[in-house]
T-cell receptor, first 112, second 115 residues
Framework: AQTVTQSQPEMSVQEAETVTLSCTYD???????LFWYKQPPSRQMILVIR??????QNATENRFSVNFQKAAKSFSLKISDSQLGDAAMYFC?????????FGAGTRLTVKP | EAGVTQSPTHLIKTRGQQATLRCSPI?????VYWYQQALGLGLQFLLW???????NRGNFPPRFSGRQFPNYSSELNVNALELEDSALYLC??????????????FGAGTRLSVL
């Protein structure tokens, strides 16, 4: 079974600074997608960013970008110019045609 | 357009009872997913339904079951409740069934407390 590992249970960042959340995964499949989801204290999980395994170019959404290293099976999330509203649990997720896995999550604290 | 809705918001049961949780997907979505989020344990995949059929199942005992109705809404049933079943149960929906790129949209969850 595919596994997704987030090795940082907690991270903190100063407001306006940059932080990187780590994620590694294990798979034998070639066609898959990787996602980062955010779960604020209000509980509703929302998508942050998505990366297709076939695309070498790293996905970017405003202040959020990923560093996708397919050979190393690494998919880290970089948050630039951190804002107080970025404080949340962040989950890395793997999705293939018939399978999906989430990591254990990283709790991000943003200090004013 | 309404998002994924889950009911009830909170559910309190005693050990040995049965719990039924409900989920209505976004209009047009045919896939529904159930996850368990126990405190400190991240998101554990429970069940995946699409077009009325169970497509995949996580590593949970058979007392966790569910179904998807013709209108694509879904129900999660947990029989013979145990204390460790206390958790937040999240439902998500997406377009299609075998398209990996489809984004899952999550509901706010049902908090199940087993006393």
């Amino acid at each position: 079974a595919q596994t997704v590992t987030q090795s940082q249970p907690e991270m903190s960042v100063q407001e306006a600074e940059t932080v990187t959340l780590s994620c590694t995964y294990d798979t034998s499949e070639s066609d898959y997608y990787l996602f980062w989801y955010k779960q604020p204290p209000s509980r509703q999980m929302i998508l942050v960013i998505r990366q297709e395994a076939y695309k070498q170019q790293n996905a970017t959404e405003n202040r959020f970008s990923v560093n996708f290293q397919k050979a190393a099976k690494s998919f880290s999330l970089k948050i630039s110019d951190s804002q107080l509203g970025d404080a949340a649990m962040y989950f890395c997720a793997y999705r293939s045609r018939n399978d999906m896995r989430f990591g254990a999550g990283t709790r991000l604290t943003v200090k004013p | 357009e309404a998002g994924v809705t889950q009911s009830p918001t909170h559910l309190i049961k005693t050990r040995g009872q049965q719990a039924t949780l409900r989920c209505s997907p976004i209009s047009g979505h045919t896939s529904v997913y159930w996850y368990q989020q126990a405190l400190g344990l991240g998101l554990q995949f429970l069940l995946w339904y699409d077009e009325g059929e169970e497509r995949n199942r996580g590593n949970f005992p058979p007392r966790f079951s569910g179904r998807q109705f013709p209108n694509y809404s879904s129900e999660l049933n947990v029989n013979a409740l145990e204390l460790e079943d206390s958790a937040l149960y999240l439902c998500a929906s997406s377009l299609g069934r075998a398209i990996a790129k489809n984004i899952q949209y999550f509901g706010a969850g049902t908090r199940l407390s087993v006393l």
